[in-house]
C-alpha cells in the first residue's frame, strides 16, 4: 500500500473503513485471460442467465441492515486496518499465491509453503510488522506451516488424552547436572508434534520427571533435537515425519524416540517446579496454577471454530443464492431476479429456475449453521475475556475464577469443535455435488479443520472435566446456600434455581421469541440433567457408567452458555446497541439458534413433561418462522464477516458471484489438462499404455 493509500485510510472514517475492507474480498475476474490451446469459441460463452452477480446483487439489496456497521460490531476499526493493509501487501506479492495449491501433492505443498514462511519472514522484517499484522498474514494465507524453532511434544504413540501415563522419561544425574532423556519403549516415542518431523531445531518434551529414585510425574523440558549449523539430528535421537494425513499436509507433523540423551539441568522449565543442583524436587506453590495456558489455547478455539464455520457458511450461503434449480413461483415470490426475469431471444433459458436458497429444507440446513457461527462468536470472545479477568486474579494470588473457566473452557472447545466440523460438512453437502469438488474450497478446509475435534483434548473426553465441576457446584450450593455465585456473569448459577414442573412462562406462542424465557428452558434442561446423574452417582452408579449422561451434561451446559452470551450480544452489548437495525437482525438469528438447537435436543426438553405438545408444536411453527425472518439477512450475514476471496480460495464461495465461469477456470488449469494441451489434447501416457488398452478392447469388441 502507497503511503498516499495508507494515510487516506489512517483518516477514513468507520464506515468508509469497513468498506475498503469488504472491497478487498473479491477476486479478480475469471476467464479474462486466454490460455493457450483453447479454443476461441469457448470464450464467448457466457454462463445462462440470470447470472450470479446480479442474483448476489439482488440479495444484497434486500438486507434490513447496514452489512458494514455489522463488520465493525465484529471486528472493530484497529482489527480491519490491520486486515486492508496486509491483505493488500500479500496480494501484490507474488510469493503468496494460492492460485496452484489444489493441484499440489504433498511434497510440492509442502516446498511450497516452506517458500512462502521464507517470504514471509523476509517481508514482516521489512514491513516490521507486530505480532498483529504477522497473525493477520498467517491467517489470510490459511496454510498452516511448519518453520518453527520451538515445538511442544507432549502426546506418545501409546498416550494422548492420558497425560500421566506418559513414558517417555527425564532422570536427573546430579554428578552431571543433567536430565537424562530416554525412550524405554515403542510406545513411548512422541507422536503426531508438529514442526517436528523435518524442520524444528528444539522441542519442549513432556517427560516423567525421576529424582532421587522417585518419579514426580510429567513436566516439560527444553531438549535441543537439530544442529544449528547442518539441521542434523544430534546423537541419541531419531526423529521422522509420522506420514500422510487427512489435512494438515503442509505441517511436518513428526515422531521423535530419545536414546539416554542428556540435556543440561537448566533445560527444565522451573517457573513452577523446580529441581536444584542436589536433585531434590520442590512441588509448586499451586498444583493448578500451570492450567493458565491450556484454558488460553482452549478460549482461542472457541473463537476460531466460530471464524471457521462462518467461513462454511459463507460459501454455501452464496452459492446457494446463486444456484438456480427447477421452479416454484411460490418460493421465489420474494425473489426479485426471478419476478422480474425476462428471456434472452438469444440465450436459455426461456423461464427463471428457483434460487436453491428459497426451499425451505435448504434453509433449514443452512441458515442455522450461520446462528451458530455468531453463537459460538460472541461465546468465544467471552472466554477470552474471563480468560484475562482469570489471569488477573491469578497474578494477585486469587484462584477463584479458576476451576469455572476451567470447566466453561474444556466443554466449550468440545461443543464448538464439534458444531463447526459437523457444520462445515454440512455445508460443503449442501452444495450438492460442486461441494466434492476441492475447487469449492470446502474440502481441504474441513481436513484442515478437523484435527481441533481431537488435539488438545479429545472432544467426548474433556466433558468429564465439564461435567464434574457442575456435579460438584450443584451438591455444594444444596449443602450451603450461602455458596450460591451473586454474580450474574456466572455460569452456574442457575443449579441452585428449583426444577420447574413445567415451562410455565412459555403461555403463547409468541414466548418462542422472549430471549428470557428460552434461556430459562436451556438452564432447566441443564440442571435437571446434573440432577438426574447426581442421584444416579448417589445410588452406586459408576464413574463409567456415568460417562454418556457427562457428554450430555456438558453440551447442555454449554449450550446454555452459547444462548446467553448470544442473547446479551443481541440486546445489551453497548456496541450493538448503537446499531438497532444490526441488533434486530441479531436477535432473529439468536432465536434461530435457540429454537433450532432446541429441536436438535427435543428429548432432553420434553423427557420430564418440561414441554407439554402444544408447546413442542409452537416450537416447530417458530423455527419455520424463524428461517422466513431470517431469510432477508442471509446473505448480508455472511458478508458480515467480511472473508475475503483470496481466504475462501472457492469457486463456489466468490463475493462477486461468478460461480460457472471460476469452475471452468480453474477446471482448465488442472495441470493433467495442461500437459495434455501441449499433446494435441491427447492424455501422457496414451502410447504407453492407453492405446494398447483401446485397440486390445476394439479387437476384442463382440458386435
Excluded at 467480511?642 to 477446471?667: N, Q, T
Amino acid at each position: 500500500m502507497s503511503s498516499k493509500t495508507s494515510g487516506a485510510v489512517e483518516s477514513a472514517s468507520h464506515d468508509e473503513l469497513t468498506r475498503a475492507v469488504s472491497s478487498k474480498v473479491r477476486s479478480k475476474e475469471p476467464l479474462t485471460t486466454k490460455m493457450e490451446g483453447i479454443p476461441d469459441f469457448f470464450y464467448a460463452l457466457k454462463a445462462s442467465a440470470p447470472s450470479g452477480h446480479d442474483s448476489l446483487v439482488s440479495e444484497r439489496a434486500r438486507a434490513t441492515f447496514d452489512v458494514h456497521a455489522m463488520t465493525k460490531i465484529l471486528f472493530g476499526p484497529k482489527l480491519m486496518r490491520v486486515v486492508v493493509d496486509v491483505q493488500e501487501r500479500l496480494m501484490a506479492d507474488g510469493g503468496f499465491s494460492k492460485e496452484n495449491r489444489y493441484y499440489m501433492g504433498r511434497s510440492e505443498r509442502f516446498l511450497d509453503r516452506l517458500a512462502m514462511d521464507s517470504r514471509f519472514a523476509q517481508l514482516a522484517r521489512e514491513l516490521k510488522w507486530n505480532d498483529a499484522q504477522r497473525t493477520v498474514a498467517n491467517l489470510l494465507i490459511d496454510e498452516p506451516g511448519s518453520v518453527r524453532n520451538f515445538v511442544a511434544s507432549e502426546t506418545e504413540l501409546g498416550h494422548g488424552s492420558n497425560v500421566q501415563g506418559l513414558e517417555t522419561t527425564a532422570t536427573y544425574i546430579p554428578e552431571t547436572e543433567e536430565f537424562e532423556i530416554h525412550s524405554p519403549t515403542l510406545t513411548s516415542a512422541k507422536w503426531w508434534v508438529g514442526g517436528l518431523g523435518k524442520t524444528a531445531t528444539h522441542a519442549v518434551v513432556m517427560a516423567r520427571l525421576i529424582t532421587k529414585g522417585k518419579d514426580m510425574g510429567p513436566h516439560p523440558f527444553i531438549v535441543p533435537i537439530r544442529s544449528l549449523e547442518d539441521h542434523k539430528p544430534f546423537k541419541g535421537i531419531m526423529v521422522g515425519d509420522v506420514g500422510p494425513k487427512m489435512g494438515f499436509n503442509c505441517v511436518d507433523n513428526g515422531f521423535i524416540l530419545f536414546n539416554k540423551y542428556r540435556i543440561p539441568r537448566d533445560h527444565m522449565l522451573m517457573r513452577y517446579s523446580q529441581v536444584d543442583k542436589a536433585g531434590n524436587y520442590h512441588a509448586p506453590p499451586v498444583q493448578r496454577i500451570s492450567y493458565g495456558t491450556m484454558i488460553f489455547v482452549r478460549a482461542y478455539l472457541v473463537a476460531s471454530s466460530a471464524l471457521a464455520l462462518a467461513r462454511g457458511a459463507t460459501v454455501a450461503i452464496r452459492y446457494s443464492a446463486v444456484r438456480r434449480q427447477f421452479t416454484d413461483p411460490i418460493a421465489s415470490k420474494d425473489d426479485n431476479i426471478f419476478t422480474n426475469f425476462v428471456p434472452s431471444p438469444q440465450n436459455r433459458p426461456t423461464k427463471c429456475e428457483t434460487a436453491v436458497i428459497d426451499y425451505s429444507i435448504q434453509q433449514y440446513r443452512l441458515f442455522p449453521i450461520v446462528a451458530q457461527a455468531y453463537a459460538l462468536y460472541f461465546s468465544g470472545f467471552w472466554m477470552l475475556r474471563i480468560y484475562v479477568k482469570m489471569m488477573q486474579g491469578m497474578n494477585e494470588g486469587n484462584l477463584d475464577l479458576l476451576p469455572e473457566v476451567h470447566a466453561a473452557s474444556s466443554g466449550l472447545k468440545s461443543l464448538t469443535t464439534t458444531i463447526a466440523a459437523a457444520g462445515i460438512e454440512e455445508a460443503r453437502r449442501a452444495c450438492g455435488g460442486h461441494g466434492y469438488s476441492l475447487f469449492s474450497g470446502l474440502p481441504d478446509f474441513l481436513n484442515t479443520f478437523l484435527p481441533l475435534v481431537t488435539l488438545e483434548g479429545d472432544n467426548h473426553l474433556l466433558t468429564q472435566q465439564t461435567a464434574r465441576y457442575l456435579l460438584k457446584q450443584l451438591r455444594a450450593y444444596a449443602a450451603d446456600p450461602t455458596k450460591v455465585p451473586k454474580s450474574e456473569g456466572s455460569t452456574t448459577k442457575y443449579l441452585a434455581t428449583p426444577l420447574a414442573k413445567a415451562w410455565a412462562s412459555c403461555r403463547t406462542v409468541a414466548d418462542m421469541h422472549n430471549p428470557a424465557v428460552l434461556i430459562e428452558a436451556f438452564a432447566h434442561r441443564s440442571k435437571r440433567l446434573v440432577t438426574d446423574l447426581a442421584s444416579r452417582m448417589a445410588k452406586g452408579q459408576t464413574w463409567n457408567d456415568s460417562l454418556i449422561e457427562m457428554y450430555a451434561i456438558s453440551k447442555a451446559h454449554c449450550q446454555y452458555i452459547l444462548l446467553r452470551n448470544f442473547v446479551h450480544a443481541a440486546h445489551h452489548d453497548k456496541h450493538i446497541l448503537k446499531e438497532p437495525k444490526c441488533g434486530a437482525a441479531l436477535g432473529k438469528l439468536c432465536v434461530l439458534f435457540a429454537l433450532s438447537t432446541m429441536e436438535a435436543e427435543l428429548s432432553e426438553f420434553v423427557e420430564d413433561g418440561f414441554m407439554s405438545a402444544v408447546q413442542i408444536g409452537w416450537m416447530r411453527d417458530e423455527l419455520k418462522k424463524s428461517l422466513a425472518l431470517v431469510r432477508p439477512d442471509i446473505v448480508a450475514l455472511v458478508d458480515a464477516w467480511a472473508i475475503p476471496d483470496y481466504v475462501l480460495h472457492s469457486a463456489l464461495g466468490r463475493y462477486d458471484g461468478k460461480v460457472y465461469e471460476s469452475m471452468f477456470e480453474m477446471a482448465l488449469k488442472e495441470p493433467l489438462n495442461v500437459k495434455a494441451r501441449t499433446r494435441g489434447d491427447v492424455v501422457e501416457g496414451y502410447e504407453e499404455y492407453l492405446r494398447p488398452l483401446i485397440r486390445r478392447g476394439l479387437s476384442d469388441a463382440k458386435l
